[in-house]
């Protein structure tokens, strides 16, 4: 596995790949690797793809300064962790190589980066459309994978590709889950088993919504007050949002329309640590 640092190295070896028709996979992280992360590499390995991921925690796209101050950093290990999926390249750059500018270019979403993680995160969709822009054109993939964990940043970037006609084609991974549920995040690192135990409720309360949501798809008003009382059951759970939207646009729905295009989308916050997670309504 090769690693680079400069926007020119990464270039020249993804330039060598393709004059040898090979096909490229770009994996885009910001470290502190796990499972999820590296089914994203398989998939691509799957594909036939030669995979690039890369690792940067990128600046722009936090809106809190604490937040990134801790945001979990250990090259070493996901470089490990990246080579035993298979990985063939990691572009890690330090933030002065992405932004050798103070970069003041942004790029409007409308309603996709308003609703939901947008309103409780101001600025960080246009911070991850700007730093994917720039992987895009860097590394220049014929297939570029996100998780399905991060739904709504998956179809911010479905955007950014149809809009600004990137040559790429987009997939998504299922969630990764814990034995008790909850979804693989490099937040979890921040969490104690207790914390893990309790954040359990969030898995269960998105399966009890879809169950019921299947049976009678005309009371979304019920199925919320329900899972608002089920986390008033939870002394250190604290529920900031569960919607159940349009993945059309991210808005909340009053009666679903299309089960294929529902989700269901919530976040919670536990030991001062925000989590998020999603279920398709038919997943």
Do not use: W
């Amino acid at each position: 596995m090769r690693l680079f640092h400069s926007q020119t190295e990464i270039r020249q070896f993804v330039s060598n790949q393709r004059y040898r028709d090979v096909k490229i996979g770009l994996i885009p992280t910001m470290g502190a690797l796990h499972e999820g992360h590296l089914s994203l590499v398989k998939m691509s390995v799957e594909a036939g793809d030669l995979p690039v991921a890369s690792v940067f925690v990128n600046p722009t796209q936090f809106n809190n300064p604490e937040d990134l101050e801790k945001y979990p950093r250990n090259l070493d290990q996901d470089l490990k962790m990246l080579e035993s999926a298979g990985c063939q390249a990691v572009f890690a750059p330090s933030v002065e190589e992405m932004y050798p500018f103070v970069p003041d270019l942004t790029i409007n979403f409308g309603s996709l980066e308003t609703e939901l993680e947008g309103k409780f995160r101001e600025g960080h969709f246009k911070g991850v459309g700007l730093v994917v822009s720039k992987l895009f054109n860097i590394v220049q993939p014929d297939h570029a994978y996100f998780g399905q964990k991060d739904l709504q940043q998956y179809y911010i970037i479905q955007k950014l590709i149809q809009q600004l006609s990137f040559p790429i084609q987009l997939r998504m991974a299922p969630i990764m889950r814990e034995a008790h549920g909850l979804a693989m995040s490099s937040r979890n690192e921040r969490l104690s088993e207790s914390d893990r135990n309790e954040a359990a409720l969030i898995y269960q309360s998105l399966q009890e919504a879809q169950k019921e949501l299947l049976k009678s798809t005309s009371d979304i008003s019920a199925v919320k007050q329900r899972i608002h009382e089920l986390f008033k059951t939870s002394d250190r759970l604290t529920l900031e949002y569960f919607e159940v939207i349009s993945t059309d646009d991210f808005k909340p729905l009053k009666k679903i329309k299309n089960k294929a295009t529902t989700a269901l989308c919530i976040a919670a916050e536990i030991g001062q640590v925000r989590l998020i997670d999603n279920l398709l309504l038919i997943s």
